[in-house]
């Protein structure tokens, strides 16, 4: 006898990456920042008493709202709190869409994405990249003639890294007739030179969602911290009907304050990571693994045949070197590889150097 929904019966669930107990592999698999989160965040958290934990925290995470909203130009209303930004996707699924509703995904993209739908038994619309990984020019008019309800993007793209321009999304939000969602979960390592900046355009587009998280840019993925950026209307019925009462704990709010007081010190963390980027993906030419451009904190190498992207991450895994490999349609010949510190990265291209030449 089974007693669950006919919808959570038939559904798989998300399959996350790899995450070892050991410490001594060097894991690019997850995209976590390589370095640590600020040592004001260090300092919050030595800072916290048992005795903090006997009440109930800010069921708000006001003061966290308040340093988002000056760090964004925005206002406290603008801003939702969550636990990590995967919260948000499943409060956006379930507050703008119900079962039956149509939400549109770009394919291929982050697989909790159609969890988090089947969950809510919404009926998926993927709208498939093209082949230079950009969207179809009518992706407006695709959603908007399946009806959809909600539209989930990513930006920069995963797993490509690539960066769609603001000006794309703010036209594909104007002309929607849903609740656009754009993940934007690895902003902060796009190059300040794009002068990529989205949150102004919520004061406009009061049907423009943006997700961040502190899990990559701040180094906290252990968190579980993230937030919301919108209109105040778009975010009122998640912030008073559909979150859970005490979302985000004390010690999450506590930290992600820190964090976002000391942004300073993690984007010091982000230049590095570019920098890295950089380096890597040249190395990884030259070992005939071009990877895509990459406004992110990660590569996806093309490697020759779907043959040589499995063979070389078993062998990086026997190595003790962790990236991620997708048995996915246009992915099953790439790998995606985080940026990790420079021993790491150079540990990973000696590993693949004895390997491509052997193989080529
Ligand atoms: C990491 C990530 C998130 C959010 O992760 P959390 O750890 O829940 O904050 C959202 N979208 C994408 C594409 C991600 O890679």
Known sequence: MSYERPNIESMSGYVPGEQPARTDVIKLNTNENPYPASSAVAQALAAIRVEDLRRYPSPTAQRFRQLAAAYHGLDSDNILPTNGGDELLRLAITTFAGPGDVVGVAEPSYSLYPVLTDIQDCRLLPVPLLDNWSLPGNVTAILNDAGARLAILVNPHAPTGILMPADSLIEIASNFHGVLLVDEAYVDFVDPDQRY????????????????????????????????????????????????????????????????????????????????????????????????????????????????????????????????????????????????????????????????????
Not at 198 to 203: D, E, K, S, V
Not at 218 to 225: M, N, Q, T, V
Not at 239 to 258: E, G, H, I, P
Not at 344 to 357: A, D, F, M, P, R
């Open 197 to 360: 900046d989205l949150a102004p355009a919520i004061r406009e587009l009061d049907n423009l969602l943006l997700l961040r998280t502190l899990s990559k840019g701040y180094s906290l993925a252990g968190l579980r911290f993230g937030y919301g950026i919108g209109a105040a209307s778009l975010l009122a019925p998640m912030m008073f009907k559909t979150r859970d009462s005490y979302n985000t704990d004390y010690v999450s709010q506590q930290l992600a304050c820190a964090a976002i007081e000391s942004v300073d010190e993690a984007r010091t963390t982000w230049e590095r990571v570019r920098l890295e980027r950089g380096h890597l993906a040249a190395a990884l030419e030259q070992l005939g693994l071009p990877c895509l451009p990459s406004e992110s904190n990660f590569l996806l190498a093309q490697c020759r045949a779907e043959q040589e992207a499995r063979s070389l991450y078993e062998h990086l895994k026997q190595q003790g070197i962790l990236v991620r490999y997708f048995d996915q349609p246009r992915l099953r010949d790439k790998l995606r590889i985080s940026i990790g510190t420079p021993e790491q990265n150079e540990k990973l291209l000696e590993t693949l150097i004895g390997q491509t030449s052997r193989a080529g």
